[in-house]
């Protein structure tokens, strides 16, 4: 969860490892540090804080240099300080290195190169790590490629490492087992970064580590790939990038998040572009196509993700089961890959995630994938490794997603997979070609709706200036819509820090009713189409207690406007495309909510982009 960058080439490499690890903050933000090799020796800089922290303090070491590697981190092992921030030397401050990942077997290894006189000033993993590469190199008389190598077969955990050694300065070696690991590939010059938006205006080409593969990069060489558990050689795929700068920049806008919140027309437009062929009555999509036996024969899906995109897969599991009545279980994949859980053959698997390199999500995969489980993918990140893990997929095409808190993220996980369940209900023919035909028409519109519902963002702020000192919040939903509030919840909790959760409407009554009075706030979703009737009973309860009713409604909505403190209005659309809408106002709520209360809305605390390890 940490963000590693690298750079070896003819330019001046400080200026680029330090704007690197800014765009990799999302990923953690408690320390970072640097380390640049002016061609005699290794100046290093670390602190505590955020990479601003850190440019102010590199001032007190020579920047000079043309190879250069940093780190931006996010706390596995010892708290963030300024000893424990990355890069860490080795005992003889030859070797320096940057890691992301755990290594659980560290305390062992630790003890035995105690014995053997190394001493430790951190209480990191890595730090153990790098002076297992230093003995083995010692000890085995071998150059820094191949002691990386042996020490890595040593280790049990996860890792992206970059390693550079003083004695061979023309070189950095880097590794990669459940982390992920991109080399971007210039002109004379090579980056190195955990995803590609360091190195992108600097070249298109790059070059994505599959698990257990370590790389030599050497200056004026080709890189060389090798395997790291038997170093059988390994072929470098050489991919062109799609991502530009525009993208992965905030555009104008106060935070990533909200430029994020305000690109959804655009970013669900995308997702469904090319695939969506409503005046033919047609979905496209190849990764259904190929594998339309699989799904229909299949006994159930499994839909496995976690956080927001587990919340996307819970709105699949109404959606797959309403219109293409095939069974579907939606399980947090910490919790599947754990309990043993019987699969079969016949069984589907959808991984659901933005980032593609979830931890969890990963080992479910890889778990169904043993037991014989057809798996497909949901990512937004394009060669991500869950893209590369599964058996076939559909990319959401929602651009770079920086901001913390996911929210185009979540709406366009939604239009893949209502494509995907209007396809296999299609194929099945669970229901009438006139309501298909509906879908596809109206799922066309839901950019100008969303963009619409953009347009109460005023109202919104009005709303969230007077719940804003608020300590609880309640989300309700039923339905379709329940997934949404806890959604909402998840939001307001994760970049506000204001408790809050989210229940099925109807299980109110079953415990959390008591905890409604004149402080509470309770965020409904009351759409028209959607049990309208039931929530608004619902309403009338939490109203006979007193609760402070904010109640997102479908435009012209009369009836809950009389009973609720505030309304918000959604245009009207399909019961199962309201997901798409109502969860809009809710992540702008929460984004005002928090600027606020002065959060750090992109980068909410103790949180990373994306949760790498388990
Ligand atoms: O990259 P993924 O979609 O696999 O990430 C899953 C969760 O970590 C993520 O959705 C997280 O809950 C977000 N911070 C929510 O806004």
Redesign the pocket.
Known sequence: MCGIVGYIGHREAFPIVIKGLQRLEYRGYDSAGIALYDGNQINLSKTKGKVEDLKNKAKEISQAGSIGIGHTRWATHGVPNDVNSHPHYSNSGNLVIIHNGIIENYEAIKQELTKRGYTFQSDTDTEVLINLIEEVKKTEDVKLGKAVQIALNQVVGAYAIAVFDKEKPDEIVVAKLGSPLAIGIGEGEFFIASDASPFIEFTNNAVYLEDEEMAIIRLGKEIKLRKIKDDAVAYPRILELQMNLEEIEKGGYDHFMLKEIYEQPRAIKDTYRGRLLADQGLIRMAGIDLNMEKFLNANRIIIV?????WHAGLVAEYIFEDLARIPVEVEYASEFRYRNPVITDKDVLIA????G??AD?LAAIKLAKEKGAFVFGVCNVVGSSIARETDAGAYTHAGPEIG???TK?FTTQITVLTLMALKLAKAKGSFSETKYREYLSELETIPNKVEKSLESNALIEIIADVYKESTNCLYLGRGYNFPVALEGA??LK?ISYIHAEGYPAAEMKHGPIALIDEQMPVFVIATKKGHYEKVVSNIQEIKSRKGKIIAIVTEGDEQVKDLADHVIEVPETLESLTPLLTTIPLQLLSYHIAVMRGCNVDQPRN?AK??TVE
């Open positions: 993700a976690c956080g927001t995109s659901i995630s933005q980032s390199e979830t999500t913390v808190a996911s993220a998840l939001k994760e949180l994306s949760v």
